[in-house]
């Protein structure tokens, strides 16, 4: 037996190299099922993006529409000290109504 292996060392041995190839198959497979789920991920995210910039684009011009006072928006300026584009914004969302939007402003 000097030049020859031993038939039970090469049986482990071509079993040891087919698990090692099996655990790289394994590890192969898992790399790339990782690079189509990141890739999945990426074109989410840049629909979800799109979906909320067209949300908040549509909110905006919702907020446009709302017809405010431009007494209300220095009364709301002079009382709550904050800037005529914050006023708007407030009197805009809180549909025009002085009172509420002087509320949200104290309650935030």
């Known amino acids: 037996m000097d030049g020859e292996e031993d038939p039970q060392l090469q049986d482990k041995k071509k079993k040891h190299d087919t698990e090692s190839a099996a655990d790289l198959e394994r590890v192969t497979d898992y790399a790339e099922e990782k690079e189509i789920n990141l890739r999945d991920v990426g074109d989410v995210l840049a629909n979800l993006g799109q979906t909320v910039n067209a949300q908040q684009a549509a909110r905006e011009r919702e907020l446009a529409q709302v017809k405010i006072s431009k007494e209300d928006v220095e009364l709301i300026m002079s009382e709550m000290e ?8 407030v009197l805009r969302e809180n549909k025009g109504n002085v009172v509420q939007a002087l509320v949200t402003l104290v309650n935030s």
């Open 82 to 89: 904050i800037t005529k584009i914050k006023a708007e914004r």
